[in-house]
């Protein structure tokens, strides 16, 4: 259902025009576009995959896609949850290959491969630890939501979810990282997607 | 409290991301100007030859050069054989051959190589599929220009996909970035690793020559010349000159009484998708088609997008499928449109994993492959 919802939704939010090249005039320099969003991009594939190289490496490779269709991209309402929703899925799509890849390396070299190391505080990857450990909507909508401080209708639209389905992870995401980490949790009051 | 956590885990999060490099974006961009990157790419072409010619002079021929005619054996090594006549008229391997070392990955060698199943040449990416003896399909190398943002400043991965465990891993891009499996990288050129003990094979095309060479070693095959969707004929030949396969690509066998009205395309080719951004299967005939129970998938590969029970295509008119990315916009005349997340679920969302590679075949319920039809040109 969210993919169905989302192509509706990109044509007239994500897309300046649904029927042809959606360039607008006057669109934003990438360099712009660049310089304001990658930090936040970075953050969001850095909590997302866990691995501070990884996450910068998956920063580059969207805004280098980006970087190629920039005439296109740009003329969306919002380059910027495009290149969020790269991230996103390529975050997952990272920790999928590397738990294969963790199961067969000791296989195929006969070692065990390195732990990652991580930088932020032992708290903090705790409670990051925990959400990549959700399901992947919710991990997204977690991140989405705390890190890039989105609205629910913006989230929404880089996942491909309508802002009820969004609202419906984040409460079991919250759920799950109030059992998980021990700590009381309050439902989140009002909706900011309208 | 939870939301206490999360704003110093945020917080944390924010603080480690500032201090990640931030690339100069001007110094990639030139790599996609015509004015650097044609030079660039020209300074890569002697590069190459010079290495294939210190291959074949060194690693080939401890250290005596071998002077190589087209439609003569290339050396006396085993492992290199160019059957006679097989190259075209006027093609010089040692402008499209050159060897790179790599270290050899004693793992995957299960077992002999069978011969080379399939191999299709686009102007954006290049995949050959290897077929193991035990079942399994492994992509030896896959290369060419990015299209999906990985390693597109000059960087190569190797990447091998073990397709029944469907596994996969990739080295890191020669330019130090991280190139993802399944293939999307630069370099403009086909490599494959080969097993140990694998007969001599040279694969030749009208557009280059794809060798197998000896265990840790890689081929690089040049395509100059390649379209998007062109059909190329190839040979193996054993180290005899024995015809081992032959097959117009992509060549596996068509039900004309069911397929002969029916037309895949891969419609747009968006970068960020790894190349292809959404399928299109045309019914150009004048009766409907029931595709209850087919397969669109990556060849080679045993599962892909499972076209649900029940749809049919009426003559003259077309389904889609397709990874709902931002921004998409549907082809106008579909009837039918289907999300591969709608299918799989979350495991299969992107059309990276629904389509790995873009060599797309068309199978029915009963299994057998109904397009790309022999001899038609593949997407």
Known sequence: ?194 | MLDERLRQAVYEAHRVAGTFNTPGIEQRRSWTSPRRLVPALAAAAVVMVIGLGWWIGVARTDGEPVAIDPGAVISDDPYVVQAPGALPPGFALPQSVVEVPLQPIDEFLLTDAGYIRSFIVNADEIVAIGQISDGAHRVFWVTGTAADGTADDGGRATCIIDTVGHSGSCGTGMDGGTALPFGRAAGGGLMGMVPESTSVVLLTTPHGSFSQVPRGGVAFLVVPEASFGETIEWQAFDAAGGVLDAQTSPGDAADESTTDHLQLDITDRQPAWGGIDFLVLRNTGSEPVDLSGWQIRSRGFRTGFLVPDGTTIDAGRSIAVYEATPGMVCPDDTALAFFSCNVFGDHRATTDLLFPIPIIEVVDRDGSVVLPQRGEPGP
């Open chain 1, 1 to 194: 259902l969210c993919e169905l919802l989302v192509v509706e939704r990109e044509r007239s939010v994500l897309s300046s025009d649904s029927g042809g090249a959606p360039i607008r005039p006057g669109h934003e320099a990438f360099e712009h576009f660049y310089e304001r969003e990658f930090s936040q991009v970075a953050a969001l594939a850095y909590v997302l995959t866990g691995r501070r190289d990884v996450a910068e490496d998956l920063a580059q490779e969207a805004f280098m896609a980006a970087l190629r269709g920039w005439d296109r991209i740009a003329g969306y309402d919002k380059p910027g949850a495009w290149v969020r929703r790269v991230v996103a899925n390529r975050a997952v799509s990272f920790r999928r290959r590397r738990l294969t890849e963790l199961r067969s390396l000791p296989r195929l070299i006969g070692s065990a491969p390195h732990a990652p190391v991580g930088e932020m505080d032992a708290e903090a990857s705790e409670v990051w630890a925990v959400v990549r450990a959700l399901p992947r909507r919710q991990a997204q909508a977690v991140a989405l939501r705390y890190l890039d401080d989105l609205p629910l209708n913006e989230i929404g639209e880089i996942l491909g979810c309508s802002p009820g389905t969004v609202k419906t992870h984040l409460a079991r995401a919250r759920r799950r990282l109030g059992d998980v980490l021990g700590v009381q949790v309050v439902e989140e009051v009002g909706d900011d997607a309208g």
